[in-house]
T-cell receptor, first 118, second 111 residues
């Protein structure tokens, strides 16, 4: 158990809908990272927040947005869902990451949320 | 744009034999390179990382990887495979706040 929690575990919705995925980082971690894992695209980095502020952006679609709240939990919002958005969405956290931080801060991954868009 | 290529989508070894998972990265002045393991229905776990220190990096569970700049490679090895090593392995490269992963290599370990 990494200490990172994600809810819900599974989510089934229809095209055009909007969903929110939630992540609670490990106690003491200030950075949260979001990843998408799909059969088509593989594992892709989406976005990183550090202490409430966006720090790095990867292949995140405009239909997707995220935020990190004062209690450091994070939410990933996916809107106007398409069939191709079906994937496993991972959250990870690390202690540091003010400057991106992959080089010096190990990321601990949550179990993921499996999103199915029908 | 940087890219990471994992040369084998599937590797099968017998228990007790060596493991070699191959990864090539795109050239960068000072790459940070990683190997992660993903067991079924689990998140990723960091095995090891290279951040411009020693070129031979030792990780958890007996894995190690060697950074070879001339070959732009960062292959993962283990002298003797265990059944518990069966999983998906991802090579990753970080540069300028961008993180890219390879497509993954599924390791099967036969008894």
């Amino acid at each position: 158990d990494s200490g990172v929690t994600q809810t819900p575990k599974h989510l089934i919705t229809a095209t055009g809908q909007r969903v929110t995925l939630r992540c609670s980082p490990r106690s003491g971690d200030l950075s949260v990272y979001w990843y998408q894992q799909s059969l088509d695209q593989g594992l892709q980095f989406l976005i990183q927040y550090y202490n409430g502020e966006e720090r790095a952006k990867g292949n995140i679609l405009e239909r997707f947005s995220a935020q990190q709240f004062p209690d450091l939990h994070s939410e990933l919002n996916l809107s106007s869902l398409e069939l191709g958005d079906s994937a496993l969405y991972f959250c990870a956290s690390s202690v540091g990451g003010a400057g991106g931080g992959w080089s010096y801060n190990e990321q601990f991954f949550g179990p993921g949320t499996r999103l199915t868009v029908l | 744009a940087q890219s990471v290529t994992q040369l084998d989508s599937h590797v099968s070894v017998s228990e007790g034999t060596p493991v070699l998972l191959r990864c090539n990265y795109s050239s960068s002045y000072s790459p940070s390179l990683f190997w992660y393991v993903q067991h079924p229905n689990k998140g990723l776990q960091l095995l090891l990382k290279y951040t411009s220190a020693a070129t031979l990096v030792k990780g958890i569970n007996g894995f190690e990887a060697e950074f070879k700049k001339s070959e732009t490679s960062f292959h993962l090895t283990k002298p003797s495979a265990h059944m518990s090593d069966a999983a998906e392995y991802f090579c990753g490269q970080h540069n300028n706040n961008d993180m890219r992963f390879g497509a993954g290599t599924r390791l099967t370990v036969k008894p």
